[in-house]
């Protein structure tokens, strides 16, 4: 229930963005807040990394090499702050669903 009970809060004072395809997508081209990744659906063998950085390399701010439905990974704290901007990168077998939320 504390999973659920942080996703809604952070949900309502965060920006979010869904992703559901195997590809880089670049959420915000300027420094921002990474705040946590909500699974909706787990797609096969899929796999998904989070960089600072505006294309899909740099620096690393979380790396989610297995994604179960229904998974939160909440980031402690006010969430992590990034310098150049925020970058998803996402791959596998067949792609699922993410709720990136960010500021």
């Known amino acids: 229930m ?3 009970l942080d996703f809604n809060t952070l949900a309502g004072t965060y920006n979010y963005t869904l992703i559901s395809t195997n590809a880089t997508t670049t959420i915000k081209s300027l ?3 990474f705040a946590g990744v909500y ?3 787990a797609g096969t063998s899929w796999a998904a990394t989070v960089y600072d ?4 390399s740099g620096t690393v701010v979380l790396v989610q090499a297995t994604l179960a ?3 939160y990974t909440p980031v402690s704290g006010c969430g992590i702050i990034t310098q150049i901007g925020l970058t998803i990168v ?3 077998t067949t792609a699922g669903t993410l709720l990136i939320l960010w500021r």
Do not use: D
């Open 2 to 4: 504390a999973v659920e």
């Open 31 to 33: 420094p921002g807040v």
């Open 39 to 41: 699974v909706t659906n």
């Open 53 to 56: 950085s505006l294309t899909g």
């Open 69 to 71: 439905l229904g998974n």
């Open 90 to 92: 996402t791959s596998g």
